[in-house]
Nanobody, 128 residues
């Protein structure tokens, strides 16, 4: 059974940090480009960061550049989203998703239509 499970969300003060995990089961996550998306109440879901399937290069949205990073731990079949300097603009449900599979190198993008497997999301709240 193919499954993505996010964890690590919670409540953090402004300026604080969180690390979200996206654990895969039923397939090898390293074979896929992976994206992190978020959706705040009343807003459309937006892409945050993604990582390529072959060379692990990443792409970031302007809103999180310099604050958030994405990385893999292939031994754990997991992708992480490290979030630093969290601000009141960051609260949302955060989702990870796998890019549609390709045997060829993919330069990841942050269009929802490029991704086919999604986790259930994890809530991030930023409040003092």
């Amino acid at each position: 059974q193919v499954q993505l499970v996010e964890s690590g969300g919670g409540l953090v003060q402004p300026g604080g940090s969180l690390r979200l995990s996206c654990a895969a089961s039923g397939f090898t996550l390293d074979n896929y480009a992976v994206g992190w998306f978020r959706q705040a109440p009343g807003k459309e879901r937006e892409g945050v960061l993604c990582i390529n399937n072959k060379d692990d290069n990443t792409r970031s949205s302007d809103s999180v550049k310099g604050r958030f990073t994405i990385s893999r731990d292939n031994a754990k079949n997991t992708v992480y989203l490290q979030m630093n300097s969290l601000s009141p603009e960051d609260p949302a449900v955060y989702y990870c998703a796998t890019h549609k599979f390709s045997l060829f190198p993919i330069t990841c993008d942050m269009r929802e239509s490029s991704y086919d497997y999604w986790g259930q999301g994890t809530q991030v709240t930023v409040s003092s």
